[in-house]
């Protein structure tokens, strides 16, 4: 149960978008912007991005954003979906690239500590061909995230666990991106 009266049954972020639209709206174009508008500097894809919410989310062990982002990323990836299941049991040992792989680090530095993403981590990716906009949205999504993570978390949001409420967050979240939720009433 969610530590304050929402007002919605809606799960995770979306509870709270609905409590709160001016602060809602804000995210959501945020997590739009960096997930799927990108930038014209980076070189990753949706699903890339996708993966990196799913990751940053894992690391900071909250099941949500984990889950619904991952759906969401699968969706994306398509035939390359076990990517994603790769990745959060290992993703140094995965099938990624080597890119992806150094950025996934950049990411998990800066989960941990940011001031630990080190003039050799960016060297790394560079050296694997990642752009200045591969890095530049690394960090902002895994800082990003953290917020999210922490936000959810925080007051205590609904975090369904049937894996087919997720499967159709990612595919909602997939197809059209990040809309803001109409108003729900909570179900009697």
């Known amino acids: 149960m969610a530590h304050i ?11 709270l978008a609905l409590y709160r639209p001016q602060t809602g709206k804000p995210l959501y ?4 912007a960096l997930l799927r508008a ?16 799913t990751f940053v989310s894992s690391k900071n062990c909250t ?3 984990m889950n619904s982002h991952a759906a ?3 969706y994306l990836f398509g035939e390359e979906r076990n990517l994603v299941d790769q990745v959060l ?5 995965t099938s990624v690239s080597p890119k992806l792989r150094a950025l996934l680090t950049i990411a998990e530095r800066v989960v941990q500590d940011a001031r ?14 990642a752009t200045d906009g591969d890095i530049h949205d690394t960090v902002l999504i895994a800082a990003a995230f953290c917020m999210y993570n922490r936000y959810v978390d925080g007051l205590a949001t609904l975090t369904p666990t049937d894996p087919a409420a997720y499967e159709a967050m990612g595919e909602r979240m997939g197809s059209m991106g990040y809309v803001l939720p109409a108003p729900t009433p909570i179900s009697s």
């Open 29 to 32: 174009e945020l997590a739009q």
């Open 38 to 53: 990108g930038s014209p500097d980076s070189t990753l894809t949706d699903a890339q991005r996708e993966l990196m919410a």
């Open 72 to 74: 969401a990323a699968r």
């Open 89 to 93: 049991a290992d993703p140094y040992t």
């Open 5 to 15: 009266q929402l007002n919605n049954d809606a799960p995770g972020i979306r509870s």
């Open 63 to 65: 099941r949500f954003c």
């Open 116 to 129: 630990k993403v080190s003039d050799q981590d960016v060297s790394l990716a560079r050296a694997e061909g």
